[in-house]
Protein backbone atom coordinates (compact mmCIF):
# COMPACT_ATOMS: atom_id res chain seq x y z
CA UNK A 1 0.00 0.00 0.00
CA UNK A 2 1.22 3.41 -0.84
CA UNK A 3 0.76 6.88 1.21
CA UNK A 4 -0.40 10.13 -1.02
CA UNK A 5 2.70 11.36 -1.56
CA UNK A 6 4.14 7.89 -2.92
CA UNK A 7 1.53 7.42 -5.18
CA UNK A 8 2.11 10.75 -6.56
CA UNK A 9 6.25 9.80 -7.14
CA UNK A 10 5.29 6.37 -8.42
CA UNK A 11 2.84 8.39 -11.42
CA UNK A 12 5.00 11.63 -11.63
CA UNK A 13 1.32 13.44 -9.93
CA UNK A 14 1.38 15.81 -7.49
CA UNK A 15 -0.51 14.86 -4.52
CA UNK A 16 -3.01 18.35 -4.61
CA UNK A 17 -3.65 16.66 -8.05
CA UNK A 18 -4.68 13.49 -6.66
CA UNK A 19 -6.48 15.09 -3.99
CA UNK A 20 -8.51 17.30 -6.82
CA UNK A 21 -9.03 14.01 -8.66
CA UNK A 22 -10.54 12.27 -5.37
CA UNK A 23 -12.63 15.62 -4.83
CA UNK A 24 -14.23 15.48 -8.89
CA UNK A 25 -14.78 11.49 -8.72
CA UNK A 26 -12.41 10.55 -10.86
CA UNK A 27 -10.28 8.89 -8.29
CA UNK A 28 -11.88 6.83 -5.69
CA UNK A 29 -11.92 7.88 -2.23
CA UNK A 30 -8.88 6.10 -0.94
CA UNK A 31 -8.91 3.44 2.13
CA UNK A 32 -7.38 4.85 4.98
CA UNK A 33 -5.51 3.93 7.93
CA UNK A 34 -6.96 4.14 11.38
CA UNK A 35 -4.97 7.63 11.73
CA UNK A 36 -6.70 8.63 8.81
CA UNK A 37 -3.88 8.41 6.47
CA UNK A 38 -4.63 7.83 2.68
CA UNK A 39 -3.39 4.52 1.20
CA UNK A 40 -3.48 3.53 -2.17
CA UNK A 41 -2.90 -0.13 -4.07
CA UNK A 42 -1.87 -1.15 -7.46
CA UNK A 43 -5.56 -0.29 -8.61
CA UNK A 44 -5.04 3.47 -8.15
CA UNK A 45 -2.04 3.46 -9.62
CA UNK A 46 -3.00 2.41 -12.91
CA UNK A 47 -6.10 4.55 -12.60
CA UNK A 48 -4.21 7.56 -12.33
CA UNK A 49 -1.35 6.28 -14.78
CA UNK A 50 -4.55 6.21 -17.08
CA UNK A 51 -5.60 9.75 -16.57
CA UNK A 52 -2.30 10.94 -16.81
CA UNK A 53 -1.72 9.69 -19.86
CA UNK A 54 -4.80 11.00 -21.30
CA UNK A 55 -4.13 14.71 -19.75
CA UNK A 56 -0.82 14.14 -21.47
CA UNK A 57 -2.59 13.51 -24.55
CA UNK A 58 -5.08 16.92 -24.17
CA UNK A 59 -7.77 14.92 -23.43
CA UNK A 60 -9.73 17.64 -21.21
CA UNK A 61 -11.37 16.11 -17.63
CA UNK A 62 -14.85 15.19 -19.13
CA UNK A 63 -13.47 13.01 -21.88
CA UNK A 64 -11.53 11.44 -19.30
CA UNK A 65 -14.42 10.45 -17.37
CA UNK A 66 -16.32 8.90 -19.96
CA UNK A 67 -13.17 6.95 -20.96
CA UNK A 68 -13.00 5.98 -17.08
CA UNK A 69 -16.37 4.72 -17.21
CA UNK A 70 -15.86 2.78 -20.40
CA UNK A 71 -12.65 1.52 -19.06
CA UNK A 72 -14.39 0.43 -16.09
CA UNK A 73 -16.69 -1.56 -18.41
CA UNK A 74 -15.33 -4.04 -20.72
CA UNK A 75 -18.02 -4.97 -22.21
CA UNK A 76 -19.49 -1.78 -23.94
CA UNK A 77 -18.28 -0.76 -27.57
CA UNK A 78 -15.12 0.63 -27.81
CA UNK A 79 -16.53 2.63 -30.76
CA UNK A 80 -17.32 4.95 -27.88
CA UNK A 81 -13.85 5.30 -27.22
CA UNK A 82 -12.89 5.98 -30.77
CA UNK A 83 -15.18 8.54 -30.76
CA UNK A 84 -13.83 10.50 -27.92
CA UNK A 85 -10.81 10.08 -29.43
CA UNK A 86 -11.76 11.70 -32.35
CA UNK A 87 -13.44 14.05 -30.96
CA UNK A 88 -10.03 14.95 -29.32
CA UNK A 89 -8.16 14.99 -32.37
CA UNK A 90 -10.39 17.09 -34.37
CA UNK A 91 -9.74 19.86 -31.12
CA UNK A 92 -5.96 19.30 -31.02
CA UNK A 93 -5.70 19.94 -34.94
CA UNK A 94 -7.85 22.58 -34.69
CA UNK A 95 -4.95 24.16 -31.99
CA UNK A 96 -2.45 23.45 -34.85
CA UNK A 97 -4.21 25.62 -37.57
CA UNK A 98 -4.27 28.43 -34.99
CA UNK A 99 -1.01 27.91 -34.03
CA UNK A 100 -0.09 27.88 -37.42
CA UNK A 101 -1.55 31.23 -38.19
CA UNK A 102 0.34 32.43 -35.29
CA UNK A 103 3.92 31.23 -36.66
CA UNK A 104 3.01 33.28 -39.90
CA UNK A 105 1.79 36.29 -38.45
CA UNK A 106 4.68 36.47 -36.20
CA UNK A 107 7.57 35.12 -38.99
CA UNK A 108 5.76 38.20 -41.33
CA UNK A 109 6.40 40.83 -38.61
CA UNK A 110 9.73 39.96 -38.31
CA UNK A 111 10.87 39.76 -41.63
CA UNK A 112 9.30 42.72 -42.14
CA UNK A 113 11.01 44.90 -39.38
CA UNK A 114 13.45 46.87 -41.05
CA UNK A 115 15.93 46.96 -37.88
CA UNK A 116 15.61 50.80 -37.48
CA UNK A 117 14.41 52.45 -34.58
CA UNK A 118 11.26 51.81 -32.84
CA UNK A 119 9.31 54.78 -34.40
CA UNK A 120 9.88 52.77 -37.61
CA UNK A 121 9.49 49.10 -36.15
CA UNK A 122 7.07 46.76 -37.92
CA UNK A 123 6.84 44.59 -35.08
CA UNK A 124 5.59 47.56 -32.96
CA UNK A 125 3.39 48.69 -35.47
CA UNK A 126 1.32 45.79 -36.00
CA UNK A 127 0.92 45.45 -32.59
CA UNK A 128 -0.38 48.98 -32.05
CA UNK A 129 -2.60 47.80 -34.97
CA UNK A 130 -5.85 46.31 -33.21
CA UNK A 131 -8.17 45.86 -36.13
CA UNK A 132 -6.08 42.86 -36.96
CA UNK A 133 -6.02 41.61 -33.65
CA UNK A 134 -7.03 37.99 -32.54
CA UNK A 135 -9.20 37.34 -29.85
CA UNK A 136 -8.07 36.03 -27.00
CA UNK A 137 -9.44 32.37 -28.15
CA UNK A 138 -7.82 32.48 -31.19
CA UNK A 139 -4.52 33.22 -29.89
CA UNK A 140 -3.99 30.54 -27.53
CA UNK A 141 -6.66 27.87 -29.23
CA UNK A 142 -9.13 27.59 -25.75
Do not use: W
Not at 36 to 47: I, K, S, T
Not at 59 to 67: C, G, K, N
Not at 79 to 107: F, G, N, P
Amino acid sequence: MLTIGSLGKKTGTKVQTIRYYEQIGLMPEPGRTEGGQRRYGDAEVDRLSFIRHARQLGFPLEAIRELLDLSDNPDRSCHEADSIARRQLKQVELRMDRLKALQTELKRMIHECSGGNTADCKVLEVLRDHSECLTDHDAIGA
